[in-house]
Nanobody, 114 residues
Framework: QVQLVESGGGLVQPGGSLRLTCAASGSIFSVNALGWYRQAPGKERELVAFIRGGSTNYADSVKGRFTISRDNAKTVHLQMHSLKPEDTAVYFC??????????WGQGTQVTVSS
């Protein structure tokens, strides 16, 4: 079992930056991959960034602006620059285990508005 807690969300002006953090606990050595997803009102949850080993993937909408990184097996970050109003959403951390099980954090709100 893995527990995930996101933090770092908030209100930011267009063009600004935020850094989200996902702290993991539990069976952290069973984690195969970690990802950041987001869900805006009225929209489906979508992949933002994904990290597996040394490989990363990004949605086209955030490529060049967002960076996913990890400090260790317990912490993953999403650094967001040049934020746009369309980035407004609840951002979720997701862990994928070697068993195929998936675990989600509770989410953190990011609002980009002037």
């Amino acid at each position: 079992q893995v527990q995930l807690v996101e933090s770092g969300g908030g209100l930011v002006q267009p063009g600004g930056s935020l850094r989200l953090t996902c702290a993991a606990s539990g069976s952290i050595f069973s984690v195969n991959a970690l990802g950041w997803y987001r869900q805006a009102p009225g929209k489906e949850r979508e992949l933002v960034a994904f990290i597996r080993g040394g490989s990363t993937n990004y949605a086209d909408s955030v490529k060049g602006r967002f960076t996913i990184s990890r400090d260790n097996a317990k912490t993953v970050h999403l650094q967001m620059h040049s934020l746009k109003p369309e980035d407004t959403a609840v951002y979720f951390c997701k862990a994928h285990l070697y068993t195929g099980s998936q675990h989600w954090g509770q989410g953190t709100q990011v609002t980009v508005s002037s």
